[in-house]
């Protein structure tokens, strides 16, 4: 499986991106998809997850109520709506997949993509 994701930029606070990861390869063998964030000199923190198959999703308290998470099965993609942003949510975001369960803990995930840089001006 191969995840590429898009959509970083720059922003003011209060604004919104959307992030998507589009996977591509044995994509019948994910499960679920999340995304993670990791900030300068912090460790990598789970932000949302989604199961593929029926779509139910967890958030992390951060997103939770400004950031939501929507699949596109047909073309393989997950997006991750960031409404309200405030400096805080700056970092780097990851796309990862799942081939097991819905989880929020990096190292259950089979699969990542490369970073897409989100920086949220005060």
């Known amino acids: 499986v191969q995840l590429q994701a898009s959509g970083g930029g720059s922003v003011q606070a209060g604004g919104s991106l959307r992030l998507s990861c589009a996977a591509s390869?044995?994509?019948?063998?994910?499960?679920?998809m999340g995304w993670f964030r990791q900030a300068p000199g912090k460790e990598r923190e789970f932000v949302a997850a989604?199961?593929?198959?029926?779509?139910?999703?967890y958030f992390s308290a951060s997103a939770k109520g400004r950031f939501t998470i929507s699949r596109d099965n047909a073309k393989n993609t997950v997006n991750l709506q960031m409404n309200s942003l405030i400096p805080e949510d700056t970092a780097v975001y990851y796309c990862?997949?799942?081939?097991?369960?819905?989880?929020?803990?990096?190292?259950?995930?089979?699969?990542w993509g490369q970073g897409t840089q989100v920086t949220v001006s005060s």
């Open positions: 990862a997949a799942d081939t097991l369960a819905l989880t929020s803990t990096p190292d259950d995930y089979d699969y």
């Open positions: 390869g044995r994509t019948f063998s994910i499960y679920a």
């Open positions: 989604i199961n593929l198959r029926v779509g139910s999703a």
